[in-house]
């Protein structure tokens, strides 16, 4: 009898267990799938899904807010994919809210992540169609990795073409690096310049000093002002000048000595044109010559 006292309530027990953790379960997978709140539907057509399945979460603002209920092929090109949302975040999502398709890791379950609207002031309603972002293809984000890998690759090989010459001694570059001569030739040049640059260092500050004749002349208006005066003097002396021998040519008793020097230019002038119309002949009868040799080639 006692016996069977224990084996029942042993029993008895062991399914209070088993239906409490029945109930646990369906509460949690009810609450996961938004089985016991207030809910709305969300849509958003996409081209491809990328491997989104039902049951997936769907997070807004990095809160998981929903489940993918539904996914319906409408045609080759359009995927419409129904989203089961808690009532409480319809609010927060405006018009111009944007569906788009993520991992939750690295190489974690497809998530649809819901990005806030921005311009628009009015929330969704049941059963809106919300815009979509196309989602990262594995495919193309292998390209991309394959293309940045060849593309080291190429830099990998070029910089041990690089190492290669400047080992070797070839260019510029390497001669700079291990040629001692051109290195003590560098170094002396940049000596050089250090000490141009002392030196025009001093005579700045020479100048700035007021040393110096040069440094008067630019720094000392008075001494400039004569500068211009001098200037002025000599330009008015000058003309002066030409003035007295333009009168010394009309004087009666040097007249005749300008003549007699006209005279003598003008009669070299008229030997230079003599000269200069007697190549000019020569040049036209070899011309004449050289055109007659080539008639006559011409017809032989």
Do not use: C
């Amino acid at each position: 009898m006692n016996k069977d006292t224990g084996s029942n309530w042993k029993l008895g027990m062991f399914v209070i267990i088993g239906i409490l953790l029945f109930i646990i379960t369906i509460y949690f997978v009810g609450k996961q799938q938004n089985l016991f709140g207030d809910t709305f539907y969300l849509k958003s057509k996409f081209k491809t899904v990328s491997g989104l399945k039902v049951g997936n979460n769907v997070r807004f603002s990095g809160i998981n807010v929903g489940t993918v209920k539904e996914i319906e092929l409408i045609n080759d090109t359009t995927v419409v994919v129904v989203l089961l949302m808690e009532q409480d975040v319809q609010k927060y999502i405006k018009k111009d809210a944007m569906a788009s398709i993520g991992s939750d890791g690295l190489m974690g379950d497809k998530v649809m992540t819901i990005s806030p609207g921005i311009t628009s002031n009015e929330t969704v309603k049941d059963n809106d169609f919300i815009r979509s972002k196309a989602p990262v293809e594995m495919e193309d984000l292998m390209k991309s990795v394959k293309t940045s890998v060849d593309n080291a690759g190429v830099i990998t090989t070029q910089l041990t073409e690089f190492t290669y010459s400047m080992n070797n001694g070839e260019g510029a570059l390497s001669q700079l690096v291990s040629d001692k001569e051109f290195a003590n030739s560098l170094k002396k040049t940049l000596t050089n310049l250090e000490v141009t640059t002392n030196e025009f260092s001093t005579f700045s500050r020479n100048m700035n000093n007021g040393k110096g004749v040069l440094s008067k002349v630019v720094n000392d208006e008075r001494l400039g002002a004569k500068v211009d005066s001098t200037m002025v003097n000599l330009e008015t002396g000058s003309k002066q000048l030409n003035e007295i021998m333009e009168a010394a040519k009309h004087n009666f008793l040097l007249r005749g000595y300008f003549n007699k020097q006209q005279k003598a230019e003008d009669k070299k002038e008229e030997e230079l044109e003599k000269v200069l119309l007697q190549e000019s002949k020569k040049q036209e009868e070899l011309e004449k010559l050289q055109e007659s040799k080539d008639i006559k080639t011409g017809t032989k």
